[in-house]
């Protein structure tokens, strides 16, 4: 298997919503996307899949020891062989790639966030960083795109965080922060323990509305961001944020049932809301 088919069977197998955007893009920026998007799987599959910390601290470590050895010139793993070719064409640098690893070492450093600017903090390594760099690939020539770039690797990032609350859960993690938590009246050992009848309360319901309310705003200010100079170029992230997007509005119309159970879009809606983002440039 060449490097190229290893990175584009990882993005093909993954499922992500991003894979559908990724279609639309010329070969050369297809390349380049499907390659990033492939370390970024490497890396957050070690936090989630990896059961002892430490055995995934040093798997992280070692990724960290690749990317720099790959910048040098010795790239070993398939995806920083399927990288490196596109590094220079689109600006991705190796403090983009040790960013994103901070971000996943995060997870095993803390579970929980005192408060929303402790969670934007992690969310700008694992989401925002990866937006940057997306756009950098999809094609920019106005600089106030990297600031549009952030905004919505934000409100992405939130969408997941709503998505997950039962999937973190699992896995001992608590997204939302512990000062909105307490707003609402909400128990850390509740979510935790994701029971009914407890779990789709009032409290919770309130709390989950307060997320998705600050997510939206954030799609809107990434919208409004985006310079019109760079819109066609960067469609293939439109096409993402409508997919996310769609999701979150399942997720409300679901009313938040996400403590035992994934909220997801078909692929088939995945891929229409893809088209008519691409038809429609918006």
């Given at each position: 298997?060449?490097?190229?088919q290893y990175v584009q069977d990882k993005a093909a197998k993954s499922g992500s919503s991003f894979y559908y955007a990724f279609?639309?893009?010329p070969p050369p920026r297809r390349a380049a996307i499907t390659a990033f998007y492939a370390f970024c799987r490497e890396v957050d599959d070690i936090v989630d899949e990896t059961h002892d910390a430490g055995v995934a601290a040093t798997k992280l470590a070692w990724w960290r020891k690749e990317a720099a050895a790959a910048f040098a010139g010795h790239p070993t793993h398939p995806v920083m062989r399927a990288l490196l070719p596109h590094v220079q064409a689109f600006d991705i640098r190796l403090e983009h790639l040790n960013a994103v690893i901070e971000g996943c070492q995060m997870d095993l450093d803390q579970t929980r966030y005192l408060d929303?600017?402790?969670l934007q903090r992690y969310c700008h390594l694992v989401a925002g960083v990866v937006g940057e760099v997306a756009s950098g690939i999809f094609g920019?020539?106005?600089p106030r795109?990297?600031?549009y770039a952030h905004k919505l690797g934000l409100a992405m990032q939130l969408t997941n965080i709503i998505r997950d609350v039962g999937d973190d859960a699992r896995r001992g993690r608590i997204y939302l922060?512990?000062?909105e938590l307490q707003q609402f009246d909400v128990k850390a050992h509740e979510i935790l323990k994701r029971e009914s009848p407890?779990?789709?309360s009032e409290r919770f319901t309130a709390l989950m509305k307060f997320q998705a309310a600050r997510a939206h705003a954030l799609y809107d200010e990434a919208f409004a961001l985006l310079p019109e100079a760079d819109r066609a170029a960067q469609k293939p992230g439109l096409m993402m944020a409508n997919i996310y997007r769609a999701l979150l509005r399942e997720i409300e119309a679901e009313n938040f049932q996400v403590l035992q159970q994934r909220i997801a879009l078909t692929p088939l809606r995945k891929l229409w809301i893809?088209?008519?983002?691409?038809?429609r440039g918006r």
């Amino acid at each position: 298997m060449t490097p190229e088919q290893y990175v584009q069977d990882k993005a093909a197998k993954s499922g992500s919503s991003f894979y559908y955007a990724f279609l639309f893009l010329p070969p050369p920026r297809r390349a380049a996307i499907t390659a990033f998007y492939a370390f970024c799987r490497e890396v957050d599959d070690i936090v989630d899949e990896t059961h002892d910390a430490g055995v995934a601290a040093t798997k992280l470590a070692w990724w960290r020891k690749e990317a720099a050895a790959a910048f040098a010139g010795h790239p070993t793993h398939p995806v920083m062989r399927a990288l490196l070719p596109h590094v220079q064409a689109f600006d991705i640098r190796l403090e983009h790639l040790n960013a994103v690893i901070e971000g996943c070492q995060m997870d095993l450093d803390q579970t929980r966030y005192l408060d929303y600017a402790g969670l934007q903090r992690y969310c700008h390594l694992v989401a925002g960083v990866v937006g940057e760099v997306a756009s950098g690939i999809f094609g920019r020539s106005d600089p106030r795109t990297v600031e549009y770039a952030h905004k919505l690797g934000l409100a992405m990032q939130l969408t997941n965080i709503i998505r997950d609350v039962g999937d973190d859960a699992r896995r001992g993690r608590i997204y939302l922060p512990i000062s909105e938590l307490q707003q609402f009246d909400v128990k850390a050992h509740e979510i935790l323990k994701r029971e009914s009848p407890w779990g789709y309360s009032e409290r919770f319901t309130a709390l989950m509305k307060f997320q998705a309310a600050r997510a939206h705003a954030l799609y809107d200010e990434a919208f409004a961001l985006l310079p019109e100079a760079d819109r066609a170029a960067q469609k293939p992230g439109l096409m993402m944020a409508n997919i996310y997007r769609a999701l979150l509005r399942e997720i409300e119309a679901e009313n938040f049932q996400v403590l035992q159970q994934r909220i997801a879009l078909t692929p088939l809606r995945k891929l229409w809301i893809a088209m008519k983002t691409n038809w429609r440039g918006r």
